[in-house]
């Protein structure tokens, strides 16, 4: 019976002021502030948050731990202006889910939430592809945390040693020599183009492009820079034997493209999977311009990684 009025006077006190009215429970405001990250116009990012449990798992040993990432709200940037809005465009709203203390945040990130993981959801949201995450620092009254792509749970580098080449070449028709683009050295031996390649998690993979005239030509997404990419010479190879590295054939069809040209610009990007777009992912770490049989890569990813800052008021 004792522990029964000990608990009701909690609530009570919990719930009532003075005067006996209800007052409503304190809700913690989230902040977010973001550079260089920006509109997307397919899919949207989500803003997701660790927290420690102290309840035992079923079966393990340590009694903290914590249950993967809660949904703080989904969002986007605004084109015209930067300034970051609902998912819809309208008003941004990020709370904490209600049964979790804000004193026991530990991480925080934004994903990529992908079309596929929007139309497909029920009840169970899932985490889309991280790009940015961070750990929360501060005191019993605010938490804050720095979010970039260096966290173990998002890219994990910064791209800084990614070097490289491509060479024109077409070895599924080699009559059509200036039809191709591979990320390779043509030797002899053939080698990998690409130096310093990061390994990537994996919900992200690299894609290879030809960009002319504001038009995107996919030459395949990759995760080695020694072996083939996902869809091998593509779409419009021809009827040889292709190499067994990154790269297009572009010999078959309505595209065929001379890319030993000027006005043609290479590029690698880090692409989320599943993909948002069928266009180049913001994130760009390698181009450059066409112009002979063998064109070298400027490392550009500097200029496209973003950062972002979450303050929790709690």
Not at 129 to 156: E, M, Y
Not at 179 to 207: A, D, H, M, R
Not at 296 to 312: C, E, I, K
Request: charged share 15%.
């Amino acid at each position: 019976m004792k522990k029964m009025l000990f608990l009701l006077a909690g609530l009570i006190a919990v719930s009532c002021n003075e005067k006996n009215e209800i007052v409503a429970p304190y809700v913690a405001r989230v902040s977010l502030t973001v550079q260089n990250l920006p509109h997307l116009e397919s899919g949207h990012y989500q803003l997701w948050a660790k927290f420690v449990l102290f309840n035992k798992q079923a079966g393990g040993d340590a009694p903290l731990h914590d249950d993967g990432y809660q949904s703080l709200g989904e969002f986007n940037v605004r084109e015209s202006d930067g300034a970051i809005v609902g998912a819809d465009g309208g008003t941004v709203r990020f709370a904490l889910p209600a049964d979790r203390d804000p004193q026991l945040l530990t991480d925080v990130a934004i994903a990529v939430q992908p079309p596929e993981i929007v139309t497909f959801k029920v009840q169970h949201e899932e985490v889309g592809p991280i790009l940015l995450a961070g750990k929360f620092h501060g005191t019993a009254a605010t938490a804050a945390a720095d979010l970039s792509v260096l966290h173990t749970d998002a890219l994990q580098t910064q791209f800084t040693a990614l070097s490289g080449r491509c060479s024109i070449t077409c070895p599924t028709s080699p009559a059509d020599s200036n039809n191709g683009v591979w990320f390779v050295n043509l030797g002899p031996p053939i080698s990998p183009g690409l130096q310093g390649l990061p390994s990537l998690p994996t919900q992200w993979k690299y894609e290879g492009w030809v960009v002319s005239g504001g038009q995107a030509y996919s030459t395949g997404r990759f995760a080695r820079a020694d072996s083939a990419d996902l869809d091998g010479a593509g779409p419009y190879r021809g009827p040889g034997t292709p190499i067994n590295f990154p790269g297009q054939d572009f010999v078959l069809g309505a595209v065929r493209l001379s890319l030993v040209d000027t006005g043609f610009t290479f590029m690698v990007t880090v692409e989320p999977d599943p993909d948002n777009s069928s266009d180049p992912f913001f994130v760009k770490v390698l181009s450059a311009r066409s112009g002979g049989r063998s064109v070298t890569f400027q490392n550009v990813a500097a200029n496209s990684l973003p950062t972002a800052r979450v303050v929790v008021e709690r």
